[in-house]
């Protein structure tokens, strides 16, 4: 009977991992609506969408996303929909104008472009819902081409990342970061730039005057800005575990935990703990399954109880940080698979989680502008479901794997069962959370079957798959 029992909980781990892979596209969230145009200059990776940012005017909500031609604006209604207000063509038009990122302050909004001969567009937003209009176009030997930015407005300073600036319609070098004082918001002024040993900064986060660098290769830079025009240098991360290129991150409102992805195909996000002594512990690796291809945590927003985060080849996914590792609770796929699915940088770009409807934005580089709902409140009256985590997976097979279970689970039982149903390995945790397994395995697809007690005395069951290769 544990036999029959074994095979019909694996045939039915098959056919559920089967239909997440192929068929299922969301769970716990709700697509409200979705804007594209097909008539937007495109190349061949059929890129036309980049950043998107979300703001509030008026008393009400609104949306802006990148795209190669410029900047689309909208309405979000109490309908759920998104009502096209106007759009304002950026300084570089082209089917390689691929990257253009956005933040607002103040009664007007910052547009960036990173391509050809891009600039700061200033766009004033005090006269919505009936119109936006360019204000300000800003190309010179001080502001350029730039990345990304990040406005403080506590302190009415823009940080500007990697700037290219141009003189007489010439490119200079790029700057790696660059401070501008916002006292007079249509005319930034230059208070900083470096740090020199840097070659770029990729992104930035700043609050309280702390500012967290995201640097590419060369990792995490911490800086306080006290004095904006004498940062004073706190911390390095330059090595830690499945790095590479290191992207984006975000500063719970707690001010201790840091979440952070590398630009990296197929890479974990990192969960970190920022000491008082500003250096960062990253203390837990997680991020939605790489299949059937790779995928990459490319942005990030975060509460104190959630990450949420555009992927790369893929779309919305919204992690629980009360879990450790955090818990993934909902995702949606925007990517349009296509055809070996050669590019990976197609997906989702950016991601906007701070509105006070809710609402989610997204923006995916083929299929445009999307708007979500989910519930949080719903989850927050929930305790964590914490899961089984198996490291490494897939693992060779003369290589040890670590189980790690949830520290709530009670009487938990561990079993490894082969494709015809038969159990190769079962353990019972006794004071621990922590279980090396070091039986070499025959290459191929195993099912791990974990039994608990749950926080409700449920007995409840998980399945995993364990891949030997």
């Given amino acids: 009977m544990r036999k029959f029992t074994s095979v019909l909980l694996l045939l039915l781990f098959l056919f559920l991992n089967f239909s997440y892979n192929f068929g299922q596209s969301f769970k716990n969230c709700r697509l409200l609506d979705n804007w594209r145009s097909d008539t937007i200059l495109t190349n061949s990776t059929k890129v036309r969408f980049s950043g998107c940012w979300g703001f509030i005017q008026n008393g009400k909500e609104y949306a802006v996303i990148g795209s190669t031609e410029g900047h689309h604006f909208f309405q979000l209604t109490e309908a759920d929909s998104f009502q096209f207000i106007q759009f304002i063509p950026g300084r570089y038009v082209s089917s390689?104008?691929?990257?253009?990122?956005?933040?607002?302050?103040?009664?007007?909004?910052?547009?960036?472009?990173?391509?050809?001969?891009?600039?700061?567009?200033?766009?004033?937003?005090?006269?919505?819902?009936?119109?936006?209009?360019?204000?300000?176009?800003?190309?010179?030997?001080?502001?350029?081409?730039?990345?990304?930015?990040?406005?403080?407005?506590?302190n009415d300073l823009l940080y500007a990342c990697s700037v290219t600036p141009f003189l007489n319609g010439q490119e200079l070098n790029l700057v790696p970061l660059k401070v501008f004082s916002l006292q007079d918001p249509l005319n930034p002024s230059l208070v900083w730039q470096g740090p020199e040993d840097l070659f770029e900064v990729h992104d930035i986060f700043v609050r309280e005057n702390l500012a967290i660098l995201n640097c590419g290769y060369e990792g995490i830079r911490i800086y306080d800005f006290s004095q904006p025009d004498q940062p004073i240098y706190k911390s390095n991360l330059s090595i830690y575990q499945d790095q590479g290129y290191n992207h984006q991150g975000w500063l719970c409102p707690d001010n201790k935990t840091y979440i952070f992805a590398d630009e990296t195909s197929g890479t974990k996000i990192k969960k970190a703990l920022l000491n008082p002594d500003f250096s960062l512990t990253v203390n837990h690796l997680f991020g939605t399954e790489n299949e059937p291809y790779d995928k990459t945590a490319h942005n990030i927003h975060c509460t104190n109880e959630f990450a949420f985060v555009a992927y790369y080849n893929d779309g919305l996914r919204i992690f629980d940080l009360r879990s450790n590792p955090p818990l993934e609770i909902a995702f949606y796929d925007t990517h349009e698979d296509e055809p070996e699915n050669i590019f990976s940088m197609w997906g989702a770009w950016g991601i906007y989680a701070f509105l006070p409807s809710n609402r989610i934005l997204v923006s995916d580089r083929i299929s445009g502008l999307f708007m979500f709902d989910f519930d949080r409140e719903l989850f927050l009256k929930s305790p964590p479901k914490e899961e089984i985590v198996i490291f490494p997976n897939p693992c060779s097979s003369d290589e040890s794997c670590i189980f790690s279970i949830p520290h709530e689970a009670k009487n938990p039982q561990l079993r490894i069962i082969d494709m015809f149903g038969k159990v190769i390995w079962s353990t019972n945790f006794t004071n621990t959370s922590i279980v090396t397994f070091e039986k070499n395995l025959s290459s191929g697809m195993y099912c791990v079957q974990f039994e608990f007690t749950n926080y409700m005395n449920e007995q409840e069951t998980q399945l995993k798959k364990l891949i030997i290769e």
């Fill in 96 to 154: 390689q104008a691929i990257t253009r990122e956005y933040k607002n302050y103040s009664n007007y909004l910052y547009a960036t472009g990173d391509e050809g001969d891009g600039s700061l567009q200033i766009i004033d937003l005090s006269f919505l819902p009936d119109s936006v209009s360019l204000v300000q176009d800003i190309q010179n030997s001080e502001i350029g081409k730039i990345h990304n930015i990040f406005i403080d407005t506590a």
